[in-house]
């Protein structure tokens, strides 16, 4: 019975649409699934409010581990062109379990965000648009917010190519609202016309250890975070041009225009607003943006709050995709039902998975906010653990996978080994002190205890405690993706010379 039901799989026939998009669209793609508009407009804040002028500086230090990490998913999708990223490569590396848990975290971190973003971006476009009215009214943004996710998810599955056309549109948007606040920010301050406290902007701002101590650590937890979501390119490669190399470097590459955006925002932002403004607002996360928007740019605020708009529209389609095409990978090595599987003949996607993950964001949403708006916020917070935890094996899988390719070259040691190891204990050290943070039941946005721990705690152990049981269920019911799993490691596999799995 195990047997009938992994082999009804999807004819041999049926594969995503190759060469669908180019460099440029894996990279744009990978831009807008980190929403730097709303990353950075949800953190600056509070990073402030922790580390002062040094903000800038956070946006630096939180860039290295991205950065490694980013060098180990373009070595790995080298040798493996697989949508399902660190879940087929784990699999490969460490074998059926580690790789079913990253693929797991991968899924669930889509089902916990599409909602909050599909949110964050009707209720700016309504402030931005006029309808405040509408922004405060519960039962319309909730509306609005499903609406928009099963528009998003349409275009999903309509076609890779006519999504990447949507992000080229918002990215252009996003990037030049934001550069428009940054000029008009930083023009105030010099010519001494802002209505806030502002400081002239200063080198040393970048200097990541000004502040020091416990509070740059806290700083690090949130600055590491906004840079989540630049994968969503490599999770493209089977429907990407060239597609051994062009998703990792597109990859890449988003992790250092984010660092620019970030750091100049930042910049524009501290100098502005002044730290004090910005650490007695820093409750107010997103919002800040729609505060300071009014403060420098008065009757066009509008382009600032467009800006987080589109941004968190974009992350909306973008974050469905990691999460649909990993689901598609792990149905297709019978670690998830084969229904999961399905590609739509006529557009080529992933349709039954992306719907999927829509319907489970969507149910998500609506749930966690009839308890309360706080803890969708302590659901989002959660995200740091699945983050942390599938970054980290990446990396730890990267130098598993090339062990015998590591002391070939200076090169290969420090790129494929040294790099993603470091990246990984960053990412493991701050997931122990995310974990340490969140058991504190006054560090969530509830503010309430559940089990004697945060909310954000407890949801993140609720979600790797189900994987686990569904895994254990399955593995059960189908035990060949447990039995039939790829070898860990095949010596033949170098770096440059790539093939995929059948």
């Avoid at 580690?98 to 309504?126: E, N, P, Q, R, Y």
């Avoid at 996360?285 to 066009?300: C, Q």
């Avoid at 070259?409 to 040294?418: D, E, K, T, W, Y």
């Amino acid at each position: 019975m195990a047997k009938d039901i992994t082999d009804a799989g999807p004819p041999p026939s049926a594969s995503l649409k190759p060469n669908a998009i180019g460099f440029l669209d894996a990279l744009v793609i990978g831009l807008n699934a980190t929403s730097p508009a709303y990353s950075v407009a949800a953190v600056i804040g509070p990073v402030v409010a922790l580390v002062g002028i040094y903000a800038p500086g956070v946006m630096v230090a939180s860039f290295v581990p991205m950065l490694l990490i980013a060098s180990a998913f373009y070595y790995l999708n080298k040798v493996d062109q697989d949508c399902g990223t660190t879940f087929s490569w784990v699999t490969r590396a460490m074998g059926p379990w580690a790789g079913w848990m990253g693929g797991w975290a991968i899924t669930m971190t889509g089902v916990l965000v599409v909602g909050s973003l599909a949110d964050v971006a009707v209720t700016f476009f309504l402030l931005a648009v006029g309808l405040d009215s509408w922004a405060d009214n519960d039962v319309v943004r909730q509306v609005l917010t499903v609406l928009l996710i099963l528009v998003m998810t349409a275009v999903c599955v309509i076609g890779i190519d006519v999504s990447a056309k949507v992000q080229n549109v918002l990215i252009l948007a996003q990037v030049a609202c934001l550069l428009v606040f940054a000029v008009v920010a930083l023009y105030r301050v010099y010519a001494d016309t802002g209505t806030l406290d502002s400081i002239e902007p200063e080198f040393g701002w970048l200097d990541p250890f000004g502040a020091g101590g416990a509070s740059l650590t806290a700083a690090l937890l949130l600055g590491v975070f906004i840079y989540w979501g630049w994968e969503s390119a490599v999770n493209l490669t089977e429907e990407t041009e060239d597609s051994a190399t062009a998703p990792g470097k597109a990859a890449v590459w988003s992790t250092v225009l984010l660092l620019v955006t970030y750091v100049a925002v930042g910049f524009a932002v501290v100098a502005y607003a002044g730290t004090a403004y910005l650490a007695e607002n820093a409750a107010e996360e997103e919002f800040i943006f729609a505060l300071l928007a009014e403060e420098a740019m008065g009757g066009w605020d509008w382009v600032v709050l467009l800006a987080v708009s589109t941004s968190a529209l974009a992350s909306t389609q973008t974050t469905i995709i990691p999460a649909s095409r990993t689901g598609l990978s792990m149905a297709r090595r019978h670690a998830l039902p084969a229904h999961f599987g399905r590609i739509n003949p006529r557009f080529r996607t992933p349709d039954v998975s992306t719907w999927w993950v829509a319907g489970i964001a969507i149910v998500w949403y609506l749930v966690l906010y009839q308890i309360s708006e706080n803890a969708l916020f302590d659901s989002l917070t959660a995200l740091s653990l699945l983050i942390a935890f599938y970054y980290a094996l990446t990396g730890v899988a990267c130098a598993v996978y090339y062990r015998r390719q590591l002391t070939r070259s200076v090169r290969n040691f420090f790129l494929i080994g040294l790099g993603p190891l470091i990246g990984a204990g960053l990412l493991a050290w701050l997931l122990v002190e995310s974990v340490a943070d969140m058991s504190d039941p006054a560090n969530s946005y509830s503010g309430v205890s559940w089990f004697g721990l945060g909310p954000p705690l407890v949801i993140g152990i609720g979600i790797v405690a189900a994987g686990v049981i569904i895994m254990v269920v399955w593995r059960l019911m189908a035990p060949v993706f447990w039995s039939e799993h790829p070898s860990v490691v095949d010596p033949g596999l170098v770096p440059g010379k790539h093939g995929k799995e059948s």
